[in-house]
């Protein structure tokens, strides 16, 4: 539902990047998705030609549209949607030998799982992010959002008792419908990662753009500025951190005894937290630019300038590996990471590419930067470590080959 198609600029690449894969091994594909796009709250024109000649048949089905990302209004749209789906299915009987759709939203994948069955083929959930779960994060009142979320975990549930296999991205999400299940399942942990090709090739071409001061240490924020994403601790933290700066005399010493630069954070991304949050940073004077929404390529080459990485999330966020880890490991820089996924803090851990913090900790998060921000070597050492783990486990040409298999596995 929110895959980035054509010519448009925003959007997620995965079932894009998957059409694709499964067209060069043979299959013949449809991508179903909205007429609607996602990130630009506005229909598409589907007549245009971006959209056709492809190796793969682009099918869209009508959607009303909304105009925010949490509200009544995307609810109904998505219903109309599943509706939509469901008739598409109904006239198109027999022409599939196998569905593979998203989780969430939960009522649009209900339609896939129910049309696979009722036509006796494979359905396969990608689950992406888990609802309620989510939900709960924002809405949590006893009772009254048991019943508001009912819905979801109602079509969930159904989902995950149908389907014939599952890919996660990430373990804890594979292994979600075990919980709504007796049967055991075939499925597999594929991040959502990125082409390391494309991001290189981007960074590439707008490195001399980007003037990066000599005496500056930047550290970057990539991502949606809502409600699970904790950019306001990091504001905070920048904000501790030249307070220190400049309240001591002379240069403040770092954990190998050098000196430690000025630190300059840099927000790339838009969202409905964006006025609040420079507000936040003017109110404190926190050394941030908020440089709004940046296409992929000048991202990639934002993150290789910076020196440090943040996935910062809130304490209560359900997210387990978010879609930009995949870049911010690319980038071959050493990463800060707030969020309580056990799963991910492990990994964090296990594969040295960075430091857990606490969520929500201003101080904590000020004191990692600083002595990341005063020790050149071992951000080298901790970069070069995420660099070997995007080749590994988060180049898509390499780790989709995992999907591929489980679909011909099932058929």
């Known amino acids: 539902m929110g895959v980035k198609l054509g010519d448009e600029t925003r959007g997620y690449t995965r079932f894009r990047f998957l059409s694709e894969l499964l067209a060069r091994e043979g299959f ?69 030998d196998l569905v593979y759709a998203e989780i969430p939203p939960n009522d649009v994948a209900r339609v896939c799982a129910e049309a696979a069955e009722a036509q006796g083929i494979p359905f396969v959930a990608d689950i992406n992010d888990l609802w309620p779960e989510a939900m709960r994060m924002v809405v949590d009142i006893p009772v009254v959002s048991d019943v508001a979320f009912y819905p979801f975990a109602r079509d969930a549930k159904r989902v995950y008792q149908l389907l014939s296999g599952a890919v996660g991205t990430s373990d804890e999400y594979a292994a979600r419908p075990a919980k709504d299940r007796q049967r055991p399942y075939p499925h597999t942990t594929v991040y959502v990662g990125n082409d390391l090709a494309a991001f290189d090739a981007g960074a590439s071409r707008f490195a001399d753009a980007i003037e990066k001061p000599a005496d500056e240490v930047w550290v970057t924020y990539a991502g949606t500025l809502g409600a699970s994403y904790d950019v306001a601790t990091l504001v905070r933290a920048a904000a501790l951190l030249e307070q220190e700066r400049l309240a001591r005399t002379g240069a403040p010493a770092g954990p190998t005894g050098q000196a430690i630069p000025p630190v300059r954070v840099k927000v790339l991304g838009d969202g409905p937290d964006r006025e609040k949050l420079q507000a936040l940073a003017a109110e404190l004077d926190a050394p941030a630019d908020f440089l709004g929404y940046q296409d992929y390529e000048h991202m990639a080459a934002y993150l290789c300038a910076s020196d440090i990485v943040v996935n910062s999330l809130v304490k209560s966020a ?48 000020a004191e990692e930067i600083a002595k990341l921000a005063g020790h050149a070597s071992l951000r080298k050492i901790m970069g070069a470590k995420g660099r070997a783990v995007a080749e590994r486990e988060f180049d898509q040409p390499r780790s989709y080959r995992a999907i591929v298999d489980l679909l011909r596995t099932l058929l």
């Open 28 to 96: 013949a594909v449809d991508l179903v998705t909205s007429t609607f796009q996602h990130w630009e709250k506005a229909q598409r024109d589907c007549s245009k030609p971006c959209y056709q000649g492809l190796p793969y048949r682009i099918v869209f089905i009508e959607e009303p549209g909304y105009t925010k990302n949490l509200d009544l209004g995307r609810i109904r749209s998505h219903r109309v949607a599943a509706k939509n789906l469901r008739e598409h299915f109904a006239k198109n009987a027999g022409a599939y």
């Open 318 to 365: 359900a997210q387990s590996i978010v879609t930009k880890i995949g870049d911010y490991l690319a980038s071959g820089k050493p990463m800060v990471n707030t969020g309580s996924s056990p799963e991910f803090r492990s990994k964090v851990s296990a594969d040295g590419f960075g430091v857990n913090v606490e969520a929500e900790d201003p101080r904590a998060l």
